[in-house]
């Protein structure tokens, strides 16, 4: 049984979406994370839940808050159209919103767990040798952490993909537009199309075991390197 043009266009539109997914959380959730690890503020574990909080709400329940927020009476989405723009929900432009919200945790949490393993000392002789703080950051911490942005970059990517209650309370289920994988899955079902739901389902199952595989890889030659 092949799969039809629409399951290609999700495929396209999920790893769309994947990809710009990870590059906004990855410059967003660097600085975060280096904040997170370096500060001692007394209530930083306030951000440390609202950053994890995706971890444990039904995604159904942050998609529909999202929603509300990004719909046309919504904060946000009544300012997007004050401004001339359209509400970014059930557009792409949404999709991308909640998928950074939902995805946000799985990235900040290893570059946090990264920077915090860098320690101080490296950055203190950097210091002694008259290195800026930001030529400290860029020269002595994200190398040292490369390890935390490799795992960062893999989970933030590989779990948009699997992306679902978000997604579509956001984004709807609009073929050619906001129709992802896992939406397109859960469609091939419905109608009893086993075939076509067991060959994006294996699909999936592979690229997510693949890229875990090179993250282990990975990791444990750093490891080895800088033992």
Known sequence: MTLTD??????????????????????????????????????????????????????????????????????????????????????????????????????????????????????EVAATLRASPLDRFFSVAIPLARSGFLTAAVLGFAHTVGEFGVVLMIGGNIPGSTQVLSIAIYDHVEVLEYGRAHWLSGGLLLLSFLMLISVYALNRRFTVVQS
Not at 27 to 34: D, I, N, V, Y
Not at 85 to 109: D, E, K, N, R, W
């Open 6 to 123: 629409a399951d290609f266009v999700a495929l396209v539109i999920t790893l769309k979406l994947a990809a710009i997914t990870t590059l906004i959380l990855l410059l967003l959730g660097t600085p975060l994370a280096w904040w997170l690890a370096r500060s001692r503020w007394r209530f930083k574990f306030l951000l440390e839940a609202v950053v994890a909080l995706p971890l444990v709400l039904p995604p159904t329940v942050l998609g529909f808050y999202l929603l509300v927020a990004l719909g046309p009476h919504g904060p946000v989405g009544a300012l997007v159209e004050s401004l001339g723009g359209h509400s970014p929900a059930f557009t792409f432009s949404g999709l991308v919103i909640g998928s950074v919200f939902y995805s946000m945790p799985f990235v900040v949490q290893p570059l946090q767990g990264a920077f915090t393993a860098v320690g101080h000392r490296p950055l």
